[in-house]
């Protein structure tokens, strides 16, 4: 992922906001907010032939907390054009083989249970459902759930953590 690739990401991004069952979010954000709140080393695109992305994935830190440091929450969009062609899947199984090889050790997401393709998606690749925040927040004035999944490495999880964490 480049900043040449900023636009196409971000008119994703607002495709699947727009279709209500992706974010609590209503607009996009700005390329410089995106660039600001990812991690720069676990985002990537997939492009098609001709260079045209088809979709994206990205990972923001859950917190700042030295504890956390290996705990991410990602963002995966796929062009509705795109879809059902394995692109989501494929990115997601990138973002897992990077963030493993940093000793990223888990990655969490929250996602509507309504998206039932994300879920599908999600445990089709190793994260467990966590549980259901009932009515957690207002998305366009309609109270929703949110279903919680993560999956943890066990790779890096069965070894001892990179760095001592200092509590905060
Ligand atoms: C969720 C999303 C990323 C899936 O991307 P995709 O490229 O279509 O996914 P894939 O083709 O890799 O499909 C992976 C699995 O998801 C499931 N799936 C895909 N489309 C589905 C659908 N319409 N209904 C139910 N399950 C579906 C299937 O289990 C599929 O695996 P299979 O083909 O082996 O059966 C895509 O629908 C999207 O961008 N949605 C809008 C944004 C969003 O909701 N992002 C996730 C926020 S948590």
Not at 86 to 114: D, K, V
Not at 129 to 153: K, P
Request: aromatic share 8%.
């Amino acid at each position: 992922m480049t900043p040449e690739h900023a636009e196409e990401i971000l008119a994703i991004y607002q495709l699947g906001i727009d279709e209500g069952n992706a974010t609590f979010e209503t607009t996009a954000p700005t390329w410089t907010e995106f660039d600001t709140a990812k991690l720069p080393d676990h985002r990537y695109v997939a492009v098609d032939e001709t260079g045209k992305v088809l979709g994206w994935v990205a990972v923001a830190p859950v917190s700042t907390r030295r504890a956390y440091a290996g705990v991410v929450e990602h963002s995966l969009y796929v062009h509705p054009a795109a879809r059902g062609q394995g692109i989501g899947t494929a990115l997601l199984r990138h973002l897992i083989t990077s963030t493993e090889a940093a000793g990223i050790w888990t990655i969490q997401s929250g996602i509507f249970p309504e998206n039932t393709a994300s879920l599908a998606l999600h445990q089709n690749l190793g994260f467990r459902i966590i549980g259901t925040r009932e009515r957690i927040a207002q998305h366009q004035g309609v109270w929703r759930d949110v279903t919680l999944l993560e999956r943890r490495s066990p790779a890096i999880h069965e070894s001892a953590p990179p760095t001592q964490p200092t509590s905060r």
